[in-house]
């Protein structure tokens, strides 16, 4: 399953089968793909191809994000274009801003390098039984 954030990327869980001397463990780990307008970010580097075709990918959904806060579903989805649009433009002006999403982790470009370091937290909730193999991975 994964969700896109249209204008910023597509985050997702895969499932990675690891081999081990007596059996084949798959853990579940998060992923995040940049999906910005690359053509002004050419300095960048970022992490490509880490998603499969199979995961079902589902729009953000700001209905449901408008309940957790009270907030109208459009002033919502308005509050996530723009955010998205001020950090890119701030990327393209070599700013370098780290963008924070609660319980997820952190989206940080450290020496041109763009990347999204999740938390241990976040990775522990997805992987409850091998999760020092997820955290390894990930």
Request: proline share 6%; net charge negative.
């Amino acid at each position: 399953q994964g969700v896109l954030v249209p204008g910023l990327g597509t985050f997702a869980v895969v499932h990675e089968p690891i081999n081990s001397t007596e059996e084949v463990y798959v853990v579940r780990r998060p992923v995040f793909q940049l999906d910005m307008d690359m053509s002004c970010l050419r300095e960048l580097v970022f992490p490509t191809g880490m998603m499969s075709g199979d995961i079902e990918i589902m729009p953000l959904d700001y209905w449901w994000l408008s309940q957790s806060n009270s907030l109208p579903p459009d002033v919502v989805r308005g509050c996530v274009e723009e955010t998205i649009l001020l950090y890119s433009f701030q990327l393209r002006d070599k700013q370098r801003p780290a963008f924070a999403f609660e319980n997820i982790g952190i989206l940080s470009c450290q020496d041109n390098v763009l990347c999204m370091q999740f938390y241990c937290s976040c990775i522990a909730g997805l992987e409850s039984r091998d999760t020092w193999v997820a955290l390894l991975l990930t």
